[in-house]
T-cell receptor, first 110, second 115 residues
Framework: QKEVEQDPGPLSVPEGAIVSLNCTYS??????FMWYRQYSRKGPELLMY????GNKEDGRFTAQVDKSSKYISLFIRDSQPSDSATYLC??????????FGAGTRLFVKA | DTEVTQTPKHLVMGMTNKKSLKCEQH?????MYWYKQKAKKPPELMFV???????INESVPSRFSPECPNSSLLNLHLHALQPEDSALYLC??????????????FGPGTRLTVT
């Protein structure tokens, strides 16, 4: 079993839709939960991170962590074609080793 | 400046060649990372340097040799690579403390092809 599981998609939505991206994890020691966005042929870019459980909002993006169910979510409101990318969830226990999910490819159609 | 730069952008090398990848950051970060990413796969950690000392080596074959000459620079020396080593090599940096490693800044990567 992978420590972080993520459906690779692809996920295709119309412009303006609310996008829900999800991951599950198995390591109870994970403390930090991150979402990275990666455009084709580019390096990942940190979107948001959350420490422990709870919600965090930044503009159109909301990250949620539910440690009781080991569930990580990213919501994108009013999705735009420019949001088309691969979204990687990731986590670590407080050390240097970050574990990434497989990444979900998102396509937002104009 | 939140930029991590990597050179070269593309590299094609034969299995007998020796080449080096270079990474640079000027954010004052004291942790630097090398990742390998195959197509449609997540990044896989290879090495971590913390305060210029090798902190993590994820059992990477010795044909990959990292070097951290100073706090801003990270090199990856390549020798006798195999075609399966063809991938996107990503460099990242973060503040030097372990519990700040969730804020990693990635470079654009070097796309390596081994022929």
């Amino acid at each position: 079993q992978k420590e972080v599981e993520q459906d690779p998609g692809p996920l295709s939505v119309p412009e303006g839709a609310i996008v829900s991206l999800n991951c599950t994890y198995s390591n109870s020691a994970f403390q930090y939960f991150m979402w990275y966005r990666q455009y084709s042929r580019k390096g990942p870019e940190l979107l948001m991170y959350t420490y422990s459980s709870g919600n965090k909002e930044d503009g159109r993006f909301t990250a949620q962590v539910d440690k009781s169910s080991k569930y990580i979510s990213l919501f994108i409101r009013d999705s735009q074609p420019s949001d088309s990318a691969t979204y990687l969830c990731a986590s670590h226990t407080g050390g240097f080793k970050t574990i990434f999910g497989a990444g979900t490819r998102l396509f937002v159609k104009a | 400046d939140t930029e991590v730069t990597q050179t070269p952008k593309h590299l094609v090398m034969g299995m007998t060649n020796k080449k080096s990848l270079k990474c640079e950051q000027h954010m004052g970060h004291r942790a630097m990372y090398w990742y390998k990413q195959k197509a449609k796969k997540p990044p896989e950690l290879m090495f971590v340097y913390s305060y210029e000392k090798l902190s993590i080596n994820e059992s990477v074959p010795s044909r990959f040799s990292p070097e951290c000459p100073n706090s801003s620079l990270l090199n990856l020396h390549l020798h006798a690579l195999q075609p399966e080593d063809s991938a996107l090599y990503l460099c990242a940096s973060s503040q030097g403390l372990r519990d700040r490693s969730h804020e990693q800044y990635f470079g654009p990567g070097t796309r390596l092809t081994v022929t």
